[in-house]
């Protein structure tokens, strides 16, 4: 009769002990979900690249979709996100200087892409500044252009152009205000 006991009790404790794990990967699913495949970072990217030393140079977008541009003061947007936000050479353990923002999905519309010289202690002008917009699938550059920063506190556009069908559309420059927008 001890052993019927002992064995009813170890199939008990094993059955609780299962039940327990059950719980634990069910809750472990809900607190961690998988992926959703739909909307994927990165769809496009945006760089500028400017010369080396203390120059601090600001990527400011506009995106469709965003009700504000991204730039250093605001990261992120409904649409696209500034991942690097450069200060030339402070804080930087290499040379380069670059900003570079993303994009969540491509919505199709109009994009707008600044620049802002915010500071410059090297005092030399104009501070060329290059950009390259990719597109991540199919990876292919979209675009690829250069400006020039002539003084501090100085915006341009460097591409004005509207992505429709995996393309955009002819490129210009009339500029529109990002950074001031963004206060």
Request: charged letters at 20%; one cysteine or more; a negative charge.
């Amino acid at each position: 009769m001890s052993s019927d006991l002992d064995t009813l009790w170890r199939d008990f404790v094993l059955l609780v002990a299962a039940l327990f794990i059950v719980i634990v990967l069910l809750v472990l699913h809900r607190i961690n979900p998988p992926a959703q495949a739909d909307v994927q970072p990165g769809d496009l990217a945006f760089l500028i690249v400017w010369p080396d030393g203390a120059v601090d140079v600001d990527l400011w977008l506009r995106c469709p979709g965003d009700n504000a541009p991204v730039g250093y003061s605001r990261k992120s947007g409904t649409t696209c996100d500034l991942l690097r936000d450069d200060l030339g050479a402070v804080g930087d353990i290499g040379n380069a200087n670059f900003e570079t923002a993303f994009s969540r999905g491509a919505p199709e519309g109009e994009y707008v892409v600044n620049v802002h010289l915010y500071r410059s202690m090297t005092r030399v002008w104009p501070v060329p500044v290059a950009i390259e917009v990719r597109q991540r699938d199919p990876a292919v550059t979209l675009y690829q252009g250069s400006g020039q920063l002539a003084r501090e506190g100085e915006e341009i556009t460097l591409a004005r152009f509207v992505y429709a069908d995996g393309r955009i559309g002819p490129v210009h420059w009339s500029h529109e205000p990002l950074r001031a927008r963004a206060r």
